[in-house]
T-cell receptor
């Protein structure tokens, strides 16, 4: 099992450019999440999905869009990148919390994005 | 609203000393609390969850509902414990439907030799 993987690992964008970050998981998890990690701010939830074809806004959704066309993939898009979006982006996945399992989110390795 | 407060951004101790990383939370329902750890250049991983009442790598955390705290403790710190530690609170959103984790801002623990 690869677990949660993210593509790409690093990227540098110019202001106004667009890009898509791909998250993939092979654990058959229903829930998937996108976070950004900034110094002194911790992890902040951007968007999440509770199942294929569904998405919902998190704490800091502005400037981002997401799609969950397949259960195993969760895409994060930046339509017009801004320097404020320079960050490390983490994807995570989990089983539904409603299942009688100990809840745990599994994280990807992160994508380091710089917007100049 | 869910809120997690980790009052210390940085914590530095010497090897063999006790360590306590503080976490306080605010939540109107029944809380589920977790500690996640991120070692240098690695992904975040779950360290322990309150519901399991477990000890992982010598760390323990007790949920104190009266003080709304979930502090992480270890009696004798080791150099390999140096990492970023995040406290997280699990709960449903204001609409009562979707479950999510709210993370604190993290505490960077450095264990000096």
């Amino acid at each position: 099992n690869a677990g949660v993987t993210q593509t790409p690992k690093f990227r540098v964008l110019k202001t106004g450019q667009s890009m898509t970050l791909l998250c993939a998981q092979d654990m058959n998890h229903e829930y998937m999440y996108w976070y950004r990690q900034d110094p002194g701010m911790g992890l902040r939830l951007i968007h999440y999905s509770v199942g294929e074809g569904t998405t919902a806004k998190g704490e800091v959704p502005d400037g981002y869009n997401v799609s969950r066309l397949k259960k195993q993939n969760f895409l994060l898009g930046l339509e017009s990148a801004a320097p404020s979006q320079t960050s490390v982006y983490f994807c995570a996945s989990s089983y539904s919390p409603r299942l009688a399992l100990p809840y745990e989110q599994y994280f990807g390795p992160g994508t380091r994005l710089t917007v100049t | 609203a869910q809120r997690v407060t980790q009052p210390e951004k940085l914590l530095s101790v010497f090897k063999g000393a006790p360590v306590e990383l503080k976490c306080n939370y605010s939540y109107s329902g029944s809380p589920e609390l977790f500690w996640y750890v991120q070692y240098s250049r690695q992904r975040l991983q779950l360290l322990l969850r309150h519901i399991s009442r477990e000890s992982i790598k010598g760390f323990t955390a007790d949920l104190n509902k009266g003080e709304t705290s979930f502090h992480l403790k270890k009696p004798f710190a080791q150099e390999e414990d140096s990492a970023m530690y995040y406290c997280a609170l699990g709960g449903v959103n204001s609409g009562g439907s979707n479950y999510k984790l709210t993370f604190g801002k993290g505490t960077l623990l450095t264990v000096n030799p």
